[in-house]
Each structure stands twice: as C-alpha cells, then as structure tokens.
C-alpha cells in the first residue's frame, strides 16, 4: 500500500501557475507510475496526467497538453504537476495515484492507492 499526500491547491487567476506536490510513502517509490486525477463539482473523475517509474515516459489529458507537465524526483519521493496557462475549466479538486506497475497511468485502471486531494479554482 502507497500512502499519498498532495499539497499545493489554491486560488489562481485564469492564465496563472500553480503547482501540485504530491508525496509518497509505503512501496518503494522508483517501482510504481504515479498519475494526477481530477473532479470538477457535479463531474466524474477523469485522468490528467501520468508518469511511469522512470520520469521519462508521460501522458496527457488533451486539454492540458501544452500547459501542464508532470515530473517526479524519485530522490525525494515527490511527483509533480506544473499547471500554466490555467483555465478556468481547471478547476477541480486534484488528487495523486500511484499505479500498480511501473508503467505510466492513463486512466483509472491499475491504480493502487490514492491521496486525499487539493482543491484548484481558477477564477476569470
């Protein structure tokens, strides 16, 4: 099991930054691909990001593609989520999952464990 904790929410103007930190403990980090998620209010949870173990290989979503990057710092057991260009269609609350293998996610299938989220409103 794969405990996750996300940090980095809050309130942002469309065309702003933020950045999403997610922390993992449990399973030894550089084994598992790790994946953001989010839910906007009344809406399903829908894929956004994925990196595989390694950092090099990353999926997107087609509406951020372009404006948001993934990464991961295995060092620190640390995965990120750069968001530019914000919209305020971005906004949701934002959760980190950590896959069951090692390959990158790109949907909720072969996920492991999630954290509790953090809440993004990008205001027009």
């Known amino acids: 099991q794969v405990q996750l904790v996300e940090s980095g929410g809050g309130l942002a103007q469309a065309g702003g930054s933020l950045r999403l930190s997610c922390a993992a403990s449990g399973r030894p980090f550089s084994t598992y691909g790790m994946g953001w998620f989010r839910q906007a209010p009344g809406k399903e949870r829908e894929f956004v990001s994925g990196?595989?173990?390694?950092?090099?290989?990353?999926h997107y979503t087609d509406s951020v593609k372009g404006r948001f990057t993934i990464s991961r710092d295995n060092a620190v057991n640390m995965v990120y989520l750069q968001m530019n260009s914000l919209k305020s269609e971005d906004t949701a609350t934002y959760y980190c999952?950590?896959?069951?293998?090692?390959?990158?996610?790109?949907?909720?299938?072969?996920?492991?464990?999630w954290g509790q989220g953090t809440h993004v409103t990008v205001s027009s």
């Open positions: 990196v595989d173990w390694t950092g090099a290989l990353k």
């Open positions: 999952a950590a896959g069951k293998g090692s390959y990158a996610p790109q949907s909720m299938a072969g996920l492991d464990s």
